[in-house]
């Protein structure tokens, strides 16, 4: 299993970035998915989150009408794409799968991307 995240750096306040995660050895399309991130000396938070079928999206208060979650199927991707970034939104975000069934939940987590939103 591996989610591989990509699409980090630095960018200046106002900014755009757009994130990318590829995810392979599992059914990803079975799979909800999550973007979480974490920030020097405070814990990770959830960003944003949608279904497996993409049809039902959440998002945190924080980056509502500045982000938008979606996923490709088809390639085995979820992206998020952040607009009008601050510098709090400097943190490492995180991609996660992830699929509960009766007994059981599975939980993959990659290695991180790295954002700094700075002048």
């Known amino acids: 299993v591996q989610l591989v995240e990509s699409g980090g750096g630095l960018v200046q306040p106002g900014g755009s970035l757009r994130l990318s995660c590829a995810a392979s050895?599992?059914?990803?399309?079975?799979?909800?998915m999550r973007w979480y991130r974490q920030a020097p000396g405070k814990e990770r938070e959830l960003v944003a989150a949608?279904?497996?079928?993409?049809?039902?999206?959440n998002y945190a208060d924080s980056m509502k009408g500045r982000s938008t979650i979606s996923r490709d199927n088809a390639k085995n991707t979820v992206y998020l794409q952040m607009n009008s970034l601050k510098p709090e939104d400097t943190a490492v975000y995180y991609c996660?799968?992830?699929?509960?069934?009766?007994?059981?939940?599975?939980?993959?987590w990659g290695q991180g991307t790295q954002v700094t939103v700075s002048s």
């Open positions: 050895g599992f059914t990803f399309s079975s799979y909800a």
């Open positions: 996660s799968a992830r699929k509960a069934v009766p007994g059981h939940e599975y939980n993959y």
């Open positions: 949608i279904s497996s079928a993409g049809g039902v999206t």
